[in-house]
């Protein structure tokens, strides 16, 4: 079932008031940065913020998983 235009429309005017109560120094920023922000939730890219593969490699469980699933 796809959603309706109405619930995309509330999901993101849900997630912008939760990003600006979670980024509250960023609240009286102009909309369009608190649209990026709403998209965008990860602030860097640094090895703590950002993808764990990027940096890191695959977890464990990925790990695991290609080893059983592979012949």
Known sequence: MS???A???HHERRIKQKRRQY???FASVSPRMVGIIARTPTSCSC?????Q???HGM???EINDRLRYTD
Do not use: F, K, L
Request: net charge positive.
């Open 3 to 5: 959603r309706t235009r």
């Open 47 to 51: 090895p703590m913020c950002g993808n």
């Open 59 to 61: 977890s464990w469980q």
């Open 23 to 25: 980024y509250h120094m």
């Open 53 to 55: 593969r990027e940096h």
């Open 7 to 9: 619930e995309r429309r």
